[in-house]
């Protein structure tokens, strides 16, 4: 059976970029970033309700935490003052367009392309955010253990969903999140 790390595999090029972007942190485009990023985390839930729905009862106990931590950091979001009313950039509409249409996926390739929106996420927020700032309180959430579990926990469910999808499928998904991240990561530049 093939693994997680071979389909991930596919697009190296693709994660250096955007590892590699430069991106310029101050105040005021990390105000903006949150701001679009409520309308995104919004979807994602929407997404992960949707999984819940359709997960068999061993995933269900991981997939409620990670859902609880999507409500946390929308209230995080409000809280630095997203605007749930609020004009949503352009590029996190298109990201949102694609929960949508992975919502409409079978459970196997939404668990993994989930486990996989979280990993590209953290692999790029490790990347570029260090030092402190107005990011460290989401730095110290993202690197919590009880995270860093979270993450372990779905890795292990979407690797054992891995059996039976179809690779290309997978690789064309797997490249639109990368483009996606690169696109959402570019706001900062």
Known sequence: MRSLEEVF???PKA????KALPIRWD???FAFWLKQDFPFVEALYRYQVGLLQDAPHPH???LVQALMATVEELDWLLAQGADPQGKVHPV????MLLLQEMAALAYPYRL???YFLNRL???AWNAHVEGEGPWQELSEHWSAPEFQALLFDLEVMAQGQLSGLDSERLRHYLKRILEMEKKTWSLLL
């Open 121 to 123: 996420f953290l692999e």
């Open 60 to 62: 269900r106990a991981p």
């Open 9 to 11: 595999g596919c697009c």
């Open 92 to 95: 996190r509409r298109e990201y």
């Open 15 to 18: 994660l250096e970029e955007v």
């Open 27 to 29: 105040r005021e485009r």
């Open 112 to 114: 993994v392309f989930f």
